[in-house]
């Protein structure tokens, strides 16, 4: 993606929420709030959603806590969503030291909990990705309001107990979700909604550990 770019939503809507709903985030309904914020902060927050793995190696944690540093940041059209899921928690777990409203910077950490495993948020914004990008978004949206508790069923346990558990876990659902954005690419093909489902079973998962983590 180059700056130039039209912004490029992750999962549809119903998705976001269900995924929370299913991870059991009390306020599930603002998880779609971060692609509504890039219509009117455009580049400082589409930033936050995506990475442009040009590069083709593994995601570390290292990666991942390299790129906390670049939240929001308006020039870094590579991206930076595996940062910005440990700084919007960072925002959060700061805000509530102090005693303040600490909600939405935990509602930004649960959407782009969601976008990493949506398989061409990992991957270079080819020719293909552009063009299977919003029916690959929306593959599983209709009707998953429904289907919350089949993704209950399919989580699976995580624990994070502090930042390097995070960037691990990050690291390892991002290299999940790259190879199937790369075998998508090479088979030139959309994801199945068996695939999508795997996938956000990885970030519910993912956001019950968060969700545990912060004592929430």
Same mark, same amino acid.
């Given at each position: 993606?180059?700056?130039a770019?039209a912004?490029?939503?992750?999962w549809?809507?119903h998705t976001?929420? @269900?995924?929370?709903?299913?991870?059991g985030?009390?306020?599930? +309904? &603002?998880?779609?709030?971060? /692609?509504?914020? =890039?219509?009117?902060?455009?580049?400082?927050?589409?930033?936050?959603?995506?990475?442009?793995?040009d590069?083709?190696?593994?995601v570390?944690?290292?990666?991942?806590?390299?790129q906390?540093k670049r939240?929001?940041?308006?020039?870094?059209s590579?991206?930076?969503?595996?940062?910005a899921?440990?700084?919007a928690?960072?925002?959060?777990?700061?805000?509530?030291q102090?005693n303040?409203?600490?909600e939405?910077?935990?509602?930004?950490? @649960?959407?782009?909990?969601?976008?990493?495993?949506?398989p061409? +948020? &990992?991957?270079?914004?080819? /020719?293909?990705n =552009?063009e299977r990008?919003?029916?690959?978004?929306?593959?599983?949206?209709?009707?998953?309001?429904?289907?919350v508790?089949?993704i209950?069923?399919?989580?699976y346990?995580?624990?994070i107990?502090n930042?390097?558990?995070l960037?691990?876990?990050?690291?390892?659902?991002?290299?999940?979700?790259?190879?199937?954005?790369?075998?998508?690419e090479?088979e030139?093909?959309?994801?199945?909604?068996?695939?999508?489902?795997?996938?956000?079973?990885?970030?519910?998962?993912?956001?019950?550990?968060?969700?545990?983590?912060?004592?929430?």
């Amino acid at each position: 993606m180059s700056s130039a770019a039209a912004p490029v939503f992750a999962w549809h809507d119903h998705t976001h929420l @269900a995924i929370s709903q299913a991870a059991g985030y009390e306020n599930w +309904h &603002n998880s779609a709030a971060a /692609d509504i914020t =890039k219509t009117k902060a455009g580049e400082i927050e589409q930033y936050n959603h995506y990475f442009n793995n040009d590069a083709g190696v593994a995601v570390t944690a290292a990666m991942v806590l390299g790129q906390v540093k670049r939240y929001n940041d308006p020039k870094d059209s590579e991206g930076h969503l595996y940062g910005a899921i440990i700084a919007a928690l960072r925002d959060y777990i700061e805000m509530k030291q102090l005693n303040k409203y600490a909600e939405y910077p935990l509602a930004f950490c @649960a959407h782009y909990i969601g976008d990493l495993s949506m398989p061409l +948020h &990992n991957v270079p914004y080819t /020719d293909f990705n =552009k063009e299977r990008h919003s029916q690959n978004d929306g593959i599983i949206d209709f009707g998953i309001m429904n289907k919350v508790g089949y993704i209950q069923k399919n989580m699976y346990w995580i624990v994070i107990e502090n930042e390097s558990d995070l960037a691990r876990e990050i690291a390892r659902i991002a290299n999940i979700s790259r190879q199937l954005g790369l075998k998508l690419e090479k088979e030139n093909r959309d994801m199945t909604s068996d695939e999508a489902y795997v996938q956000i079973f990885h970030s519910a998962s993912l956001l019950k550990a968060v969700l545990q983590y912060v004592n929430k």
